[in-house]
């Protein structure tokens, strides 16, 4: 295995993602680890292809980074966990190249926020992040020797809870970005325009190798739990492709892969050399600013006008004491609960029904039912009850439903019982906040309080503002079926429909008939669901 690690090192690897992907196998201990191995090295070129093609192919540079002091902004562990489930059934239907293929893009989304680059974001990244990149892949063996030589005990220890993966990436980018700027601010431009291997400090080096150990004995670690988790379901171990074949290939093809690696960085040089000539000549990059940090810089710009919007909207409704969606008083639900994406924008559809509706909320607050020893009708069926398990109710998803039952919510009783605020401590997940939180109890009310009403359904409805039965009940088919359209209209309305057509006026009367229908009986489904 060793000699053909050193031919790929020699000739096939031409980045930094190359040689974290190839330098991780060794460091590989488990027995189904090293089968895992064997199958990559085998298929060492659509291994290394994958490494690179979330830069070349994807392009989805804002899925690269997290940045650590934006409240841990980017998409790196979400799509690293799609890669690692796309590598799952690879390797679970035997499917031996593309599960070498997703394992190399994985490790590039699993890296690239270790590098203190992809930790942060400033002005000046913009000038210095193309030259730092080529700077560190050309010193990549010098850097390697000094963690070689250094012998740094690196113990990398994954979590067994759902969302492991993501969990270590946000754990490497916020060691990693200590040193953001202290790289930045010790690169000498100059003299790396001329050699890039001496355009970064010994300072920055001995940093950069500390990470780079880091990166490939976390990589090793993630190929351990992979080829042990696909063993556990195929109930057999993976098999052990020689090594022969693999090294007769990769030897064949060296005098190729050196030719287009002196390509790649002949191509790179002129590139870094162009960017630093503009920004001489001009004080600022326009033509030469390098696409990962234009794409990066754009996405984080929408993101901070998406900021502005939401703070100044929750300034202006801060003075009110009561949140009227759709002209519903919706009482003991924060602002945040119900966006304003998921009601009806015209405030003059709400003044007119405002009276009407507050009569039907004051009659049925939205507070969690209690058993009042009525039984169901045989005739009145409801899609979801209390006992049912989380994963039945509207928006969560199985991986979603996990997480909560690692923090001990398991039904849909326990869910909705449970305070917002504290389930969104507990699941210390950035993508899932309180409001979310919220607005999944709001959904799964609607659901269980309604006849026959399935997940979208319930989605519609309360995103439209309609999160009691009695409001449904009480609206007559136009004003509803105006209210849903409007809804479903918006993205949050789109995402739920998935490309269905919005429901028409006949869907909605048998929402209403339901609720009518479900008036005396949905007392008796919270105390046979309870």
Excluded at 18 to 25: S, V
Excluded at 336 to 355: F, M, P, R, Y
Excluded at 383 to 395: E, I, T
């Amino acid at each position: 295995m060793h000699p053909l690690l050193s031919i790929l090192r020699a000739a096939h690897c031409r980045s930094t993602h190359h040689y974290f992907a190839i330098d991780a196998l060794p460091l590989v201990e488990t027995d189904a680890g090293v089968r895992l191995t064997k199958t990559l090295l085998r298929h060492h070129d659509h291994y290394l292809r994958g490494a690179k093609d979330p830069d070349t192919r994807f392009r989805d540079f804002q899925n690269h980074v997290v940045h650590v002091t934006d409240g841990y902004w980017g998409g790196a562990p979400r799509v690293a966990h799609q890669w690692y489930d796309r590598l799952q059934k690879y390797l679970r239907t035997d499917r031996w190249t593309d599960a070498a293929h997703a394992a190399g893009v994985l490790s590039h989304y699993f890296t690239d926020p270790i590098m203190p680059l992809h930790t942060q974001q400033s002005g000046r990244e913009k000038v210095l992040h193309r030259p730092i990149e080529w700077s560190v892949t050309k010193s990549y063996q010098t850097i390697m020797k000094m963690w070689d030589r250094d012998q740094m005990k690196i113990v990398f220890e994954m979590s067994d809870q759902p969302g492991w993966l993501g969990e270590a990436i946000l754990h490497g980018a916020r060691h990693a970005n200590q040193y953001y700027f202290p790289l930045m601010d010790t690169y000498d431009l100059g003299r790396g325009r001329r050699k890039p291997q001496e355009g970064l400090s010994l300072i920055a080096k001995q940093a950069l190798a500390e990470l780079f150990g880091l990166a490939v004995t976390g990589w090793a670690r993630v190929i351990e739990r992979a080829a042990a988790d696909a063993e556990a379901v195929k109930g057999e171990s993976l098999p052990s492709p020689s090594a022969p074949l693999a090294m007769i290939l990769a030897t064949a093809r060296v005098p190729m892969r050196l030719w287009i690696r002196n390509l790649d960085h002949a191509s790179e040089r002129r590139a870094v050399e162009a960017l630093i000539e503009e920004f001489e000549r001009t004080g600022e990059l326009k033509q030469n600013l390098s696409a990962e940090v234009d794409i990066v810089h754009r996405v984080i710009k929408v993101h901070e006008d998406e900021k502005v919007w939401k703070k100044r909207r929750s300034q202006l409704q801060s003075d009110r004491t009561e949140i009227k969606v759709q002209g519903i008083k919706v009482q003991g639900i924060k602002v945040q609960g119900i966006k304003a994406q998921n009601a009806a924008s015209d405030l003059d559809q709400v003044k007119a029904t405002e009276s009407k509706q507050d009569a039907q909320t004051e009659r049925e607050p939205l507070v969690l039912p209690f058993p009042t020893g009525k039984e169901v009708p045989v005739n009145v069926r409801y899609s979801l009850h209390l006992q049912d398990a989380l994963v039945d109710a509207p928006s969560i998803g199985p991986r979603t439903a996990d997480r909560f039952t690692a923090i001990g919510i398991h039904s849909v009783h326990h869910f909705l019982k449970a305070d917002p605020g504290t389930m969104c401590d507990e699941l210390a997940t950035r993508w899932i906040s309180e409001s979310i939180i919220t607005l999944w109890q709001v959904q799964a009310k609607v659901m269980c309080s309604v006849p026959e009403l399935n997940c979208l359904e319930s989605q519609l409805l309360a995103g439209s503002g309609f999160v009691t039965r009695q409001s449904i009940a009480d609206c007559d088919v136009e004003t509803l079926h105006k209210a849903v359209s409007h809804y479903a209209a918006t993205s949050a309305g789109k995402r739920y429909l998935r490309g269905q057509s919005p429901p028409n006026l006949a869907d909605v009367q048998s929402w209403i008939d339901n609720a009518i229908r479900g008036g005396t009986a949905h007392q008796g489904n919270v105390n046979k669901a309870a």
